[in-house]
């Protein structure tokens, strides 16, 4: 079973972290900043992937948390 990651969207003027597959947020926040924090620490510690999203709702970033493969492909 693949973990799912951790997401940061935009909520109106606000930010939520929403687990991926989630039908509610988390946690909503008046910063991205404060918003990637959360969902950054909670990606460490279920060693998941963090996506960050734009006001466009594009990813726009993406860190692993998760058991990576070394070499990495690509």
Do not use: C
């Not at 990651?5 to 991926?20: C, D, L, M, Y």
């Not at 909670?42 to 996506?51: C, D, F, I, N, V």
């Not at 466009?56 to 948390?65: A, H, P, T, V």
């Amino acid at each position: 079973m693949q973990k799912k990651g951790q997401h940061v969207v935009p909520n109106g003027n606000n930010w939520s972290v929403r687990k991926a597959g989630a039908a509610r947020s988390s946690g909503t926040f008046s910063t991205q900043t404060a918003a990637v924090d959360v969902a950054r620490a909670r990606a460490r510690s279920q060693g998941t992937e963090l996506y960050i999203h734009g006001r466009d709702g594009r990813i726009r970033e993406r860190s692993s948390y998760g058991n990576d493969p070394l070499p990495p492909k690509g």
